[in-house]
């Protein structure tokens, strides 16, 4: 199991950046895969992006492809969301999530989940 804080979240204009940052406790960070879901106020919680064990692979939601870039550092125990050109509709409640193996887009496939930070995006 992993413990997972995300950091970074905030209130921005249309067309600025944010990066979120998700630090990982516990043991063995490089075996997991790692991804990024959000969720907006009553809509269910969707993935965004995914990175393999050694960053090798990634894969993004198309909402999101060519705006946001996911990264990690195992060095650090931490993965990052660079997220540019905000659009209002990115407003969420953003979760990173972790699982041994594979990369995956389905939610129910991470058990290791944090506890969430908020992204603003005015118009």
């Known amino acids: 199991q992993v413990q997972l804080v995300e950091s970074g979240g905030g209130l921005v204009q249309a067309g600025g950046s944010l990066r979120l940052s998700c630090a990982a406790s516990g043991r063995s960070f490089s075996n997991y895969a790692m991804s990024w879901f959000r969720q907006a106020p009553g809509k269910e919680r969707e993935f965004v992006a995914t990175?393999?064990?050694?960053?090798?692979?990634?894969s993004y939601a198309p909402s999101v492809e060519g705006r946001f870039t996911i990264s990690r550092d195992n060095a650090k125990n931490t993965v990052y969301l660079q997220m540019n050109s905000l659009k209002p509709e990115d407003t969420a409640v953003y979760y990173c999530?972790?699982?041994?193996?594979?990369?995956?887009?389905?939610?129910?496939?991470?058990?290791?989940w944090g506890q969430g930070t908020q992204v603003t995006v005015s118009s």
């Open positions: 990175i393999s064990r050694s960053a090798g692979v990634t």
């Open positions: 999530a972790a699982r041994r193996g594979g990369i995956s887009y389905a939610l129910d496939e991470y058990d290791n």
